[in-house]
């Protein structure tokens, strides 16, 4: 069973910063992608970014320049670096991992998600 836990969302005021981490645990032996996603009240979910194992990276056009995603592929871990914080920026944030081998299984994870809230 392959489990995902976002960490580090939180209150913060436009103009701030914060830096959300996911954890990967459970049997797992490779991670293609690994991505943030957000839902903001009353909205549909939307890609905010996402990281190849490699290290490619795909950013949605309203965080480009703002946001950072990173991982680290021995811990098995997703961050997202956050700064100039908007209102705008305001929603749920999911961690996703895609094709996750996990003993002979190839399937997609969600986290619980995290809240962030910009706000003055």
């Known amino acids: 069973q392959v489990q995902l836990v976002e960490s580090g969302g939180g209150l913060v005021h436009p103009g701030g910063s914060l830096r959300l981490s996911c954890a990967a645990s459970g049997t797992i032996s490779s991670i293609n992608v690994m991505g943030w996603y957000r839902q903001a009240p009353g909205k549909s979910r939307e890609l905010v970014a996402t990281i190849t194992r490699s290290g490619s990276t795909n950013y949605a056009d309203s965080v480009k320049g703002r946001f950072t995603i990173s991982r680290d592929n021995a811990k098995n871990t997703v961050y997202l670096q956050m700064d100039s914080l908007k209102p705008e920026d305001t929603g749920v944030y999911y961690c996703?991992?895609?094709?996750?081998?996990?003993?002979?299984?190839?399937?997609?994870?969600r986290g619980r998600g995290t809240q962030v809230t910009v706000s003055s």
């Open positions: 996703n991992a895609d094709n996750v081998l996990s003993g002979s299984r190839w399937d997609d994870y």
